[in-house]
């Protein structure tokens, strides 16, 4: 090692994109930058990632490396297999970027828990100690941070809070499972639920029409927020009264939609948060831009016992 002030190499893997950044001990990111995932075999996909590193690396020579994926994962041995980058499957990722960057700690995490860890962090949890951290976009994934560290669980895949089980005579769910809360809140079961409805039924349109007709006032749309709200709210008061929290934080494509989604979900948890430990329970959206890439780098510094921040955060 030089004298270089002490980084971490973060890197974000995701089906549309790929970031990297080098990121201080306080969470201030030093440089990143991103790339579309490419198209391509399992060599295609790592060669474009590589050069990204690289390029983000420059000089600099991290003490750790955080990675965030999306899933599944095989975290004991490093393998990823993304849902949406068909060319990675049980893809070896820690050992590839390990080989890249020199022989430092790697740590592999669920991209929902790097968002999680990132709002901790950095972002709107930052001033607490428990947080549940949600993306609601395509799918329903989460992350919860309980007492300063992100909870893993046995498996590594704790914090599935898009499929708590909240209606019980359910639609069927990607998972094998029923009434989960992602058969209502995702932006797809949105869209299929508002079109059941004769909402746009023979348009091709996204989650992205449905919030601004939402925000426009269509009763359809509203009504189908509304659904994936109180599911939403549900699967979140859920989780608060099981891990005792009141910090909750939504990101994610269909988190845009702003207060069609999050006014009713307020309403909602209200509603069905009447413990007193969860009383206070607030939703607030994300404040960055990037929280899983930050929460990625957290998951390195926290491999770097002398270095680590937590103690800091914790106060
Ligand atoms: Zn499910």
Redesign the pocket.
């Given at each position: 090692m030089t004298d270089q002030p002490v980084t971490v190499l973060g890197i974000d893997i995701g089906g549309t994109k790929m970031a990297a950044a080098i990121v201080a001990a306080d969470g201030e990111i030093l440089t990143k930058d991103r790339i579309a995932t490419p198209p391509g075999d399992a060599d295609q996909v790592f060669a474009a990632l590589g050069e990204l590193i690289a390029r983000v690396k420059g000089d600099t020579e991290p003490a750790a490396v955080g990675i965030g994926s999306a899933g599944p994962l095989d975290q004991e041995h490093g393998l990823v297999s993304p849902v949406n980058i068909a060319g990675w499957r049980n893809f070896p990722l820690v050992d590839r970027v390990r080989a890249l960057v020199g022989d430092v700690p790697v740590r592999l995490g669920v991209d929902g828990h790097c968002f999680a860890l990132g709002e901790f962090w950095t972002g709107a949890g930052r001033d607490v100690g428990s947080l549940l951290g949600i993306v609601v976009s395509t799918g329903v994934g989460a992350g919860i941070v309980v007492d300063g560290r992100p909870l893993l669980g046995q498996s590594g895949n704790a914090a599935h809070l898009?499929?708590v089980?909240v209606d019980l005579d359910g639609e069927a769910?990607?998972?094998?499972?029923?009434g989960?809360v992602?058969?209502y809140a995702s932006g797809p079961r949105m869209v299929a639920r508002a079109k059941r409805r004769g909402w746009r039924s023979t348009e091709d349109v996204d989650a992205a029409v449905l919030s601004a007709d939402a925000a426009a006032g269509d009763e359809i749309a509203l009504s189908v927020f509304d659904d994936g709200a109180q599911a939403l709210a549900a699967g979140i008061v859920a989780t608060a009264v099981t891990v005792d929290l009141t910090t909750v934080v939504i990101g994610g494509g269909v988190a845009k939609a702003g207060p069609v989604l999050f006014d009713p979900v307020q309403r909602w948890v209200k509603r069905l948060a009447q413990l007193p430990f969860v009383a206070d329970l607030t939703v607030q959206p994300a404040q960055l831009d990037n929280a899983g890439l930050i929460g990625a780098a957290r998951l390195g510094w926290d491999l770097l016992p002398a270095a680590t921040p937590s103690e800091s955060a914790l106060r």
């Open positions: 898009g499929h089980v769910c990607a998972c094998g499972s029923y989960c992602e058969t």
